[in-house]
């Protein structure tokens, strides 16, 4: 019998939350979303987070990925508040998720050309 120094049993509970988005945008190709996703698990009052990578019908890793084109721009999902996952405050599309992002570029972009951030 192994004995596990200062063992405990304790209850918890273990999530998936996105620890990374990121907005592909390459001259020349389709922008894409990417998501990176962490698995947290609470136990004892301390978190304890590590990446958690799905897999493919064919056991390969695969990150969530979505494209923004033709095919999609007009798919629309449930805005959900993020202070309360429970609660959705309205619907948007791919292609105004895309406008969004672009929009706070732009916005990001005249910010630090005013604080001349080169």
Do not use: W
Not at 27 to 50: D, W
Not at 64 to 83: G, M, Q, T, W, Y
Not at 102 to 116: G, I, K, Q, R, V
């Amino acid at each position: 019998m192994t004995t596990l120094y200062n063992e405990t049993t304790e209850t918890g509970n273990s999530y998936l939350r996105a620890s990374s988005i990121t907005m592909v945008n390459s001259y020349g190709g389709t922008p894409r979303v990417e998501v990176n996703e962490q698995r947290v698990l609470t136990l004892g009052g301390s978190a304890i987070t590590s990446a958690h990578q799905r897999t493919d019908s064919d056991g390969y890793p695969q990150n969530i990925l979505k494209r923004f084109d033709a095919e999609n721009a007009n798919v629309s999902f449930d805005l959900i508040d993020p202070s309360n996952i429970e609660s959705v405050v309205g619907s948007i599309t791919y292609s105004e998720v895309y406008a969004t992002m672009f929009s706070l570029y732009m916005h990001l972009a005249t910010e630090a050309d005013a604080a001349n951030i080169s």
